[in-house]
Nanobody
Framework: QVQLVESGGGSVQAGGSLRLSCTAS?????MAWFRQAPGKEREGVAS???????YYADFVRGRFIISKDTAKNTLDLQINNLRPEDTAMYYC????????????????WGQGTQVTVSS
């Protein structure tokens, strides 16, 4: 079973930036970031395939950048111009086949890292 460990969350003021990281115990075809705010459903943020194709949720609008280091089995998410509505638990996910921002594509999840944005 693949293990995913996230890091990099924290508390920042609106307009700030954060870089989230996820380390996987082994490589997977598709890696992604999801988030879940209190009282809301989990939503996909971004994903990247083994071939380097990137998929973003519509709300990202250029503020989020997903990247990976294949040699290190790491996945990053750069979040710029943070907004209070970005406050959520951010989860790393891994999948073996289809890539995208829908959670049905993923079968392995990390424990999450909290991002809190104050106005």
């Amino acid at each position: 079973q693949v293990q995913l460990v996230e890091s990099g969350g924290g508390s920042v003021q609106a307009g700030g930036s954060l870089r989230l990281s996820c380390t996987a115990s082994e490589s997977q075809y598709c890696m992604a970031w999801f988030r879940q705010a209190p009282g809301k459903e989990r939503e996909g943020v971004a994903s990247i395939s083994g071939g380097g194709s990137r998929y973003y949720a519509d709300f990202v609008r250029g503020r989020f950048i997903i990247s990976k280091d294949t040699a290190k089995n790491t996945l990053d998410l750069q979040i710029n111009n943070l907004r209070p509505e970005d406050t959520a638990m951010y989860y790393c996910a891994a999948g073996l086949r289809t890539c995208g921002v829908y959670d049905r594509y993923f079968n392995t999840w990390g424990q999450g890292t909290q991002v809190t944005v104050s106005s």
